[in-house]
């Protein structure tokens, strides 16, 4: 079974985190660049970090009325990304229009609720009612649309895995036991992640700011 870890590449420089993409190849299964990496370094920091030979989670989260997330779809064709984020609140016409856009082998999944949020945080938006509710809503919307998967916290991944049986769950907000939690709100540890059906865990801090992260990496993969 290949390792479902996705390296969270949270760093503004290229070759700090060509570097550390290097050292930690081994003990991870892809690379998640997102909006901090991509907005420094666009499409040339992309085509630098795929040399590693890894798989590219692009998580650009795209949210924006159908025709321009399509054109978006489109411009990153190039890059031949293995997954790609939609925010689901987008809405299903939205979604539609954005996997019709991916290229053929791109996993397009769409953001259900940040897990940097909690039910006060839901509220404060509008909307009433639990992050569970939340996420089943906008996980069938997506189901609905087409998509291959969400992204959840691993506080929903089972049962949405119940009632989604073939679909693709990419879970952040991963902490091992006794690390630091930061900006996140709905947190499990990435063991418990997997066994509640994330198809990818996505982490980063826990090993990019370890002080060893090889060491960290490791110690994650022999959790799984
Ligand atoms: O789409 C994501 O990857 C994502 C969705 C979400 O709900 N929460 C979330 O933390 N993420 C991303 O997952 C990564 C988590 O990083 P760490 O908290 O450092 O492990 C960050 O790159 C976030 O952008």
């Not at 689901?88 to 609720?113: I, L, N, P, Q, Y």
Request: net charge negative; glycine share 10%; proline share 4%.
């Amino acid at each position: 079974m290949s390792n479902p870890v996705y390296l969270a590449l949270d760093v503004p420089q290229l070759e700090a985190g060509k570097a550390l993409v290097e050292k930690l190849k081994a003990h991870i299964g892809g690379v998640k660049l997102g909006l901090e990496f991509f907005c420094a370094h666009g499409h040339h920091g992309v085509h630098e970090i795929a040399h590693c030979g890894l798989p590219i989670f692009l998580d650009l989260k795209l949210h924006d009325i159908p025709n321009t997330v399509a054109g978006a779809m489109q411009s990153i064709h190039v890059l031949e990304p293995a997954i790609v984020t939609v925010h689901a609140s987008g809405g299903r016409a939205m979604m539609e229009d954005a996997k019709a856009a991916a290229a053929e082998h791109t996993k397009v999944v769409a953001v259900t609720m940040l897990t940097s949020l909690d039910e006060r945080d839901l509220k404060r938006t509008g909307v009433d009612g639990s992050a569970h509710d939340q996420v089943m809503r906008l996980a069938d919307l997506a189901q609905e649309a087409g998509l291959d998967g969400i992204v959840c916290s691993g506080q929903e991944v089972g049962t949405v895995h119940k009632q989604w049986k073939d679909g693709f769950f990419v879970v952040p907000g991963l902490r091992p036991t006794g690390s630091s939690i930061g900006d996140q709100k709905r947190v499990v540890t990435p063991r418990q992640a997997r066994n509640d059906g994330a198809s990818v865990l996505v982490i980063g801090r826990p090993i990019s700011k370890a002080d060893d992260p090889v060491a960290a990496a490791r110690a994650i993969e022999a959790t799984l």
